[in-house]
């Protein structure tokens, strides 16, 4: 069953711009990875920090595949070294399928 993923935390002041760069190289990948339907990131108009990802992802298992590969990769720790505090990440199933 389908399940969307949110991925949301606050990017320190002064590494705003770097996060914002680093996803041109990220989101490709992403999306071209098994089971991802699609991927989109937000950085909030009131605060100018915090930032969601919204994913769509065949299933929970497809996600957690991928999350592996990207700790393994390195690229989860690179993001996180951006932040105030690690991000939440919650699962949402499709409930009108």
Request: proline share 4%; charged share 25%.
């Amino acid at each position: 069953m389908a399940v969307m993923v949110q991925v949301e935390g606050k990017i320190k002041v002064d590494a705003v711009g770097r996060f914002q760069a680093s996803l041109p190289g990220i989101f490709p990948d992403t999306r071209a990875y098994d089971g991802c339907r699609g991927v989109t990131g937000y950085l909030s108009s009131d605060d100018g920090q915090t930032f969601q990802f919204v994913e769509f992802w065949d299933t929970k298992p497809h996600y957690e595949r991928y999350l592996a590969w990207r700790t393994e990769t390195g690229a989860v720790a690179q993001l996180v070294s951006l932040l105030e505090a690690d991000p939440t990440i919650r699962y949402f199933q499709q409930i009108d399928d």
